[in-house]
């Protein structure tokens, strides 16, 4: 019989925004976005996490659901919520470095790309990004394109840009 892992779910609504979330016993290891549906959290969970049961439970939640919160009212700038991703090493390497880029900053998909000792792979650094399975928490939203261009973000560029407001993220203009 094969072991089966529990993945805890709950949700938050925010001012609109419908988020999902999904944890296991080692931390956080999913957040959809505010255009993603329940769906698109049961199949990460699918695909990464096999055989898995995944149950409601806000309870579980509950504290990475605050610090979430927290964060969209513009109470908190690091979440120390522990993290449970699972990822190619390259992935890992590309959201190790997100989370170096400090609240009220920003990075290029270059300086990510350079940060990883990959300076040429930029396009899989904007891969990996999109695949990043934990928003707000692992900050995709602060890399940029060159020259202060907003670029694809999964949630839309309507989220992206909302997010680096609320941190209050000076994004040089465009030459």
């Known amino acids: 019989m094969r072991n089966t892992e529990n993945v805890y779910w709950g949700s938050l609504n925010h001012q609109g925004w419908l988020l999902y979330a999904a944890a296991t016993a ?19 969970v699918e695909r990464h996490f096999p055989n898995a049961n995944l149950e409601p439970n806000q309870a579980v939640l509950e504290p990475y659901l605050t610090e979430l919160k927290e964060y969209l009212e513009g109470k908190r700038q690091k979440f120390t919520v522990p993290l449970d991703l699972r990822g190619t090493p390259f992935q890992m390497s590309v959201w190790k470095s997100l989370l170096q880029i400090s609240y009220g ?10 940060s ?6 930029v396009r899989a650094v904007g891969a990996a ?10 900050p995709c939203h602060r890399v940029i394109g060159k020259g202060g261009k907003l670029t694809g973000y999964r949630g839309g560029l309507d989220v992206k840009s909302a997010l680096l407001k609320l941190e209050n993220v000076r994004i040089p203009p465009s030459p």
């Open 105 to 114: 900053q920003w990075a290029t998909y270059s300086d990510i790309a350079a």
């Open 26 to 44: 080692k931390g956080l290891c999913c957040i959809t976005l505010p255009n993603e549906s329940f769906e698109r959290l049961a199949e990460f």
């Open 129 to 138: 990004i999109g695949a990043n399975p934990v928003p707000f928490v692992v």
């Open 116 to 121: 990883i000792g990959r300076p040429s792979a």
